[in-house]
């Protein structure tokens, strides 16, 4: 998949969480955000993982738990 092609699917996860957290009838107070290692590898992974985190503080979510799936070769 292309880096633009992800840049867009990102981008629009993004608009689609930020509408449910705040049209919630709960309180949202945690994130749980699952990535794979590659994620974070792929150029401005690391990047992207810091935008998501200011979003969700900017969204009053008080917690953000990542959780990065590591296969080992084998």
């Known amino acids: 998949m292309s ?22 009838p709960i309180l949202v107070e945690h994130i749980l955000l699952v990535l794979d ?15 998501f985190v200011k979003c969700c503080h900017a969204l009053k979510v008080n917690v953000v738990t990542v959780y990065v799936s590591v296969v080992q070769g084998g």
């Open 37 to 51: 290692e590659t994620d974070l590898l792929a150029a401005g992974g690391l990047e992207k993982l810091k935008q």
């Open 3 to 24: 880096v633009s092609v992800l840049n867009a699917f990102s981008c629009v996860y993004e608009k689609i969480l930020k509408k449910r957290v705040l049209n919630s």
